[in-house]
């Protein structure tokens, strides 16, 4: 990448990132792109323009690239400082020595530690959000239309992640085939919780868009409890996920606000860009090419129960073993 004076906020700089923690940033949003080895791209930085540059734990630099570190006035985050509550970020001048903790791993408390350190330096956290715009939430139906050895590799054959158990219900199992209230009621408050975090679901025992609709209705959901829900089958969500993953986004401050520039096949998709303000957030629409995204038009909410990383870093670290005891089974059963 060759680095300019007109640097934008995004993508952000990585250099020497462990590749978890630099996949799971892109699974989830974040535009970052890999510093190349020759620092002297950055002697013609702006200081008067935001940008950051994240240092991995176990990257040094020589002395030559030092010099140049030591006169550049992008903001640097050294990645170590994420290493346990006590640890302490290299300096500039420390970067010739790797730092004495573990490599960066990619988790949920990193993320949030790594959001309010980057709005500390002065930046904002932008990232694309997890859902085509304007939906906040997905319930999928048609997972057993993907077939049997789909279920039976399916965390080997899903685009997300995250394992695909994660995204079951352990309520729609006991609901499946009885009709008792306090399961009703189970399963109606685990969707509207998923949906106000912002977490996905997929129900196997579901077919199709009719049977889904006749379900929502059999539990007395209502669905202005989850007013922005996409309810779309399973093939769709994946499709749609592999598409944001190969969206490329560069994002500048400009007077008005945010300059946006988006690249890649949106396919009818249409994508949203989320901006966090502290604990606020807002979700805005993007379209292809260049986009103005004015500040008197981002309506800033707040909801303390959405990761600010999306579904992938709210979930990051777990895996099929630790999902709840039964769950897989369950699951699998239904689709049968």
Same mark, same amino acid.
């Given at each position: 990448?060759?680095?300019?004076?007109?640097?934008?906020?995004?993508?952000?700089?990585?250099?020497?990132?462990?590749?978890?923690?630099?996949?799971?940033?892109? +699974?989830?949003?974040?535009?970052?792109? *890999?510093?190349?080895?020759? !620092?002297?791209? !950055?002697?013609?930085?702006?200081?008067?323009?935001?940008?950051?540059?994240?240092?991995?734990?176990? #990257?040094?630099?020589?002395?030559?690239?030092?010099?140049?570190?030591?006169?550049?006035?992008?903001?640097?985050?050294?990645?170590?400082?994420?290493?346990?509550?006590? @640890?302490?970020?290299?300096?500039?001048?420390?970067? %010739?020595?790797?730092?004495?903790?573990?490599? *960066?791993?990619?988790?949920?408390?990193? =993320?949030?530690?790594?959001?309010?350190?980057?709005?500390?330096?002065?930046? @904002?956290?932008?990232?694309?959000?997890?859902?085509?715009?304007?939906?906040?939430? =997905?319930?999928?139906?048609?997972?057993?239309?993907?077939?049997?050895?789909?279920?039976?590799?399916?965390?080997?054959?899903?685009?997300?992640?995250?394992?695909?158990?994660?995204?079951?219900?352990?309520? *729609?199992?006991?609901?499946?085939? #009885?009709?008792?209230?306090?399961?009703?009621?189970?399963?109606?408050?685990?969707?509207?919780?998923?949906?106000?975090?912002?977490?996905?679901?997929?129900? /196997?025992? =579901?077919?199709?868009?009719? +049977?889904?609709?006749?379900?929502?209705?059999?539990?007395?959901?209502?669905? #202005?409890?989850?007013?922005?829900?996409?309810?779309?089958?399973?093939?769709?969500?994946?499709?749609?996920?592999?598409?944001?993953?190969?969206?490329?986004?560069?994002?500048?401050? $400009?007077?008005?606000?945010?300059?946006?520039?988006?690249?890649?096949?949106?396919?009818?998709?249409? /994508?949203? !860009?989320? $901006?966090?303000? %502290?604990?606020?957030?807002?979700?805005?629409?993007?379209?292809?090419?260049?986009?103005?995204?004015?500040?008197?038009?981002?309506?800033?909410?707040?909801?303390?129960?959405?990761?600010?990383?999306?579904?992938?870093?709210?979930?990051?670290?777990?895996?099929?073993?630790?999902? /709840? $005891?039964?769950?897989?089974?369950? @699951?699998?059963?239904? @689709?049968?």
């Amino acid at each position: 990448m060759s680095v300019s004076r007109h640097l934008p906020e995004y993508p952000i700089l990585l250099a020497g990132v462990s590749t978890p923690v630099r996949e799971g940033l892109r +699974e989830m949003g974040l535009s970052v792109i *890999e510093l190349q080895d020759d !620092l002297a791209q !950055l002697s013609g930085y702006q200081p008067s323009r935001w940008n950051l540059l994240l240092v991995g734990s176990q #990257k040094t630099f020589n002395e030559h690239d030092l010099q140049i570190l030591s006169h550049c006035n992008i903001p640097l985050i050294d990645l170590s400082e994420f290493a346990s509550p006590s @640890a302490t970020g290299r300096q500039k001048s420390e970067l %010739g020595k790797q730092a004495d903790v573990e490599v *960066e791993q990619f988790h949920s408390q990193f =993320v949030i530690q790594l959001k309010e350190r980057l709005q500390q330096t002065g930046g @904002a956290w932008i990232r694309l959000a997890d859902y085509p715009y304007p939906y906040q939430g =997905v319930i999928c139906y048609g997972e057993s239309a993907l077939g049997k050895e789909f279920r039976e590799y399916s965390n080997v054959m899903s685009p997300l992640p995250v394992p695909l158990e994660l995204l079951h219900l352990k309520s *729609e199992y006991d609901w499946h085939g #009885k009709f008792d209230s306090q399961i009703q009621r189970k399963f109606r408050v685990d969707l509207i919780s998923r949906y106000r975090k912002g977490l996905p679901v997929s129900l /196997p025992s =579901v077919p199709s868009r009719k +049977e889904l609709d006749l379900l929502l209705q059999n539990i007395n959901l209502d669905r #202005k409890q989850i007013p922005l829900v996409w309810v779309t089958s399973l093939e769709t969500f994946f499709r749609w996920w592999n598409l944001r993953r190969q969206l490329g986004v560069s994002i500048s401050r $400009i007077s008005s606000g945010w300059e946006t520039v988006i690249s890649g096949q949106f396919q009818g998709f249409g /994508p949203g !860009l989320q $901006i966090w303000r %502290g604990q606020h957030s807002a979700t805005v629409s993007l379209t292809e090419g260049v986009n103005e995204i004015r500040d008197e038009s981002i309506a800033f909410v707040t909801n303390p129960q959405r990761h600010p990383g999306g579904f992938t870093a709210h979930w990051a670290g777990l895996n099929s073993s630790q999902v /709840p $005891i039964n769950l897989n089974k369950s @699951a699998t059963s239904v @689709a049968s």
